[in-house]
């Protein structure tokens, strides 16, 4: 028995209310709410259904098994997954438009076609499309299939025909489920497509791979309600003007979430990024350049943080950054205003990391900080010399997370010098003849170290 209702959804937030705003209550969005009819099914209405449906057993009487997983065919997007795809998981895959996804997808497709069975659907191209890409890459493929239809009943039809160990969906915006009056890529579409093909995956242990577009501001569009039901969220980034793309994971239940993958666009497809620490230094010994080493995952890399430091013309200093958080910018101002005594509210002061790379890692504070003071006095910090330490409000370099691997990353670079916070003896003497490792406590001590006219 089904009834039909209308109800109002805001296709930014996708937040839902009874009646239209001209403005989302949720998000502040103008003009996103559209009115969509739902359908309302009354479940479990026959007693039948209530006998015949699951009861809970005891926790201790579920048998634990060992996640088998399967190789993607890149080692970066296996990492990013946590070691692999699973069987019976549920991947979302989101990026803007034009960023790579069908052709990195496609790629690993063939890849596993020549173990498992795939089955790619194609709601947004041409098989004619599809089949000239394929070309362009080169690669060979073994069991591929390729579906070029966008109507829900269809696809699912057609995927527990072929049932394969692995499917993707190019793109949740693209197909619709016609029993619902709403148009393709809206809230409710998004959803109830999403959660159909999820609960097929998980019944016949079919790994799926769901391809969805970013809305301008980064949001997946349907985004909170997909994110919850997926088991992972992987967002494949980068610039269009920089042939460099990072797979970066946003959630895993099967791994850990700070992984990122890194490739390079070329003409005949993504290739992995074998030395990522070399696309992100130019190893130069300039003024107002450093190079620090921040761990993303698990995985250290070098990159370079550039200050431009500039008598102000204006009656506020101007601060940007790219790369690093803008308050990350204004507190180390603070530090260094404070502990070295030197007056930087007459002076704009502009940051930007290697390749614009997101750096989120605390221990990039102190690269930041002699940048800025190499900029200021026109003076190359020491050369060679990376920075790592967390700066505290104090004045004083704060521990840094993994700082082994961050060591060996720099030795493994060919760096000289490596200007860390108080060390642990141990890690000390592993290294001794690696690399000279100056401990410093803080700002002060780094700065007489690398800065000394
Ligand atoms: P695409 O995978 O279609 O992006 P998405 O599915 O995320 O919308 O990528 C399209 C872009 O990639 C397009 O601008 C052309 C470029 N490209 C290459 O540079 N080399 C290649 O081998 C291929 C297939 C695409
Ligand atoms: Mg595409």
Known sequence: MSSKLSTFICQNCGSETSQYFGKCLNCNSWNSIVEEIKIKRSKYQDPKDIKNSKKSIPFNEISSKKISRFTSGFKEID????????????????????????????????????????????????????????????????????????????????????NPSF????????????????????????RACSSELQNLAKNNNIALLIIGHVTKDGALAGPKTLEHLVD?????????????????????????????GIFEMLEKGLVEVKNPSSIFTNKENISGVTTTITNEGSRPFAVDIQALVNKTFYSNPRRTTTGISINRLHQILAVIEKHLGIKLSEFDCYIATGGGFEINDPSSDLGVAISILSSLKNLPPLASTSFIGELGLSGQVRKSNNLRTKIEEAVRMGIKNIVVPKLEEELNNNFQNLINIKEISNIKEAVDYSLSE
């Open 232 to 260: 992972v969220v992987i967002n494949f980034e980068g610039d269009k003007v920089s042939s460099h793309r990072l797979l970066r994971s946003i959630k895993n239940r099967f791994g850990s979430t700070f992984e990122i």
């Open 79 to 162: 990492r990013v997954l946590g070691g692999g795809i699973v069987p019976g998981s549920v991947v979302l895959l989101g990026g803007e438009p034009g960023i790579g996804k069908s052709t990195i997808v496609l790629q690993s497709a063939g890849k596993i076609s020549l173990n498992e069975k795939v089955l790619y659907v194609t709601a947004e191209e041409s098989l004619e499309q599809v089949k000239i890409r394929w070309e362009r890459l080169n690669q060979n493929s073994n069991e591929l299939k390729i579906f070029a239809e966008t109507n829900l009943t269809l696809i699912m039809e057609e995927i527990k025909s072929v």
């Open 167 to 190: 499917a993707i969906i190019d793109s949740i915006q693209a197909i619709h489920n016609h029993e619902m009056e709403s148009s393709p890529g809206s809230v409710s579409q998004v």
